[in-house]
């Protein structure tokens, strides 16, 4: 079967942001400020029951008089995308590779963060960092992202996932939603997520493939990292050595949902083997519980 080219895809994911664009407005996607969904915008007299929190010190010792701030829902958000484009995303299992489905959320997400007038902006790295593209508004910018992933230059060795962490940092100034695409296989990246969410709302999306998980029986496999080249075969036909296999692969999304939630940053996992729609339209729903996960291990059992 041929798989359809992103720029294909793109029209299907187009249509579809609608329903992910109305779940950022109306449903998690607001609970990611924290409170802090909104912006300054004047100062007034204070009157008596105004919360003394609120006193803007500066003006009321240059004045001589209370003044408290004034705030206004914020109506425009950032969204800025972090996609991995690594060796270790070139595998698959699934219906398409990761890379592939990583893409795809990002134009998803590109799209929806349109529809919602939202600025939009990305970067892209694998061994090296690639291409930063600061935040804006429009159609046109939607499709330079496009363009960006559809002539994603050939990868080299290595992930610098915490590298494109402190570069968004040092790029958004205001506070942003940060959605990071990667499958996380990298060193030293913890530090920079976690400095990254001290700022910014990151949602942190681990894209797996059905073969992290579930491997067939085929015998003696043979296996090579893609990154540090390292190679061996794996005897498929053991079912001791499946189990094995599954259980250690779900103990490492575990741990990373663990480290992600201890750094203040929302984890999901989004299978190569899933629609991103679905997923993504189920976790911005407005009735869905903020402490569940969407599709835990990302792949159907």
């Not at 508004?137 to 330079?144: E, H, I, N, P, T």
């Not at 040092?170 to 942003?176: A, E, K, T």
């Not at 903020?290 to 159907?300: A, E, I």
């Amino acid at each position: 079967m041929e798989i359809p080219s992103l720029a294909e895809r793109a029209k299907y994911l187009k249509i579809s942001a609608l329903t992910v664009a109305e779940g950022m407005r109306t449903g998690t996607f607001r609970s990611f400020f924290r409170g802090h969904g909104i912006e300054f915008d004047t100062v007034r007299d204070y009157e008596q029951g105004d919360d003394i929190r609120s006193i803007d010190w500066n003006v009321t010792a240059r004045t001589g008089r209370a003044f408290v701030k004034t705030w206004r829902e914020e109506r425009e958000l950032t969204v800025f995308l972090v996609i991995d484009n690594s060796h270790s995303m070139d595998t698959g299992g699934g219906k398409i590779s990761k890379r592939m489905c990583a893409f795809e959320a990002a134009v998803l997400l590109a799209f929806a963060a349109e529809q919602n007038a939202s600025p939009v902006g990305a970067a892209i790295f694998d061994g090296i960092f690639r291409k930063a593209l600061k935040p804006r508004a429009g159609r046109d910018q939607v499709l330079s992202i496009l363009k960006t992933l559809e002539h994603a230059e050939s990868p080299v060795p290595g992930s610098v996932l915490g590298n494109a962490l402190s570069g968004a940092s040092r790029l958004l100034r205001s506070r942003s939603l940060v959605i990071v695409l990667s499958d996380f296989r990298a060193a030293g990246y913890e530090k920079p997520l976690g400095i990254l969410a001290r700022k910014h709302d990151v949602l942190a999306v681990r894209v797996v493939s059905p073969s992290d998980f579930i491997l067939p029986r085929a015998g003696y496999i043979p296996f090579r990292d893609p990154e540090s080249g390292w190679a061996a075969s794996f005897p498929t036909s053991s079912a001791a050595f499946r189990t094995r296999w599954e259980s250690e692969a779900r103990e490492a999304v575990s741990r990373w949902e663990t480290l992600c939630l201890r750094r203040g940053v929302s984890p999901l996992v989004l299978s190569a083997d899933d629609d991103p729609v679905r997923v993504f339209s189920a976790f911005f729903s407005p009735g869905r519980d903020s402490g569940s996960t969407v599709n835990p291990y990302g792949v159907r059992l």
